[in-house]
């Protein structure tokens, strides 16, 4: 069973730049997706954005495009999420998930229902 582990979360001040890690065990597919989403207190998740483990293709939020940036280390088995210039809303517990191998119909990568496993997630605070 494959599973994710993100680290890097932590206390920053408004402006500010934080990476958060996601490494997978396991074996992992080059066709696969992996997606980070957050979510606040209070709030439903949402989608950050998502890459294949091949790196031929990103998907963004229109929301996060620009400040978020998504890459991978294939080698290390890895995902990251590159956060410039933060503001105190973008506090939350942030998650990354593995794109299931078998689904129904295509891949959307904001779907909720097409990812796991799922990490363990690692807060981010941003204070003002």
């Known amino acids: 069973q494959e599973q994710l582990v993100e680290s890097g979360g932590g206390l920053v001040e408004a402006g500010g730049s934080l990476t958060l890690s996601c490494t997978a065990s396991?074996?992992?597919?080059?066709?696969?997706?992996m997606a980070w989403f957050r979510q606040a207190p209070g709030k439903g998740r949402e989608f950050i954005a998502a890459i294949r483990w091949s790196g031929d293709r990103t998907y963004y939020a229109d929301s996060m495009r620009g400040r978020f940036t998504i890459s991978r280390d294939y080698a290390k088995k890895t995902v990251y999420l590159q956060m410039d210039n933060l503001k105190p809303e973008d506090t939350a517990m942030y998650y990354c998930?593995?794109?299931?191998?078998?689904?129904?119909?295509?891949?959307?990568?904001?779907?909720?229902?097409?990812?796991?496993?799922w990490g363990q997630g690692t807060q981010v605070t941003v204070s003002s």
């Open positions: 396991g074996r992992i597919l080059s066709g696969i997706a």
């Open positions: 998930a593995a794109e299931k191998p078998f689904y129904d119909g295509v891949y959307n990568a904001p779907r909720e229902s097409l990812y796991a496993p």
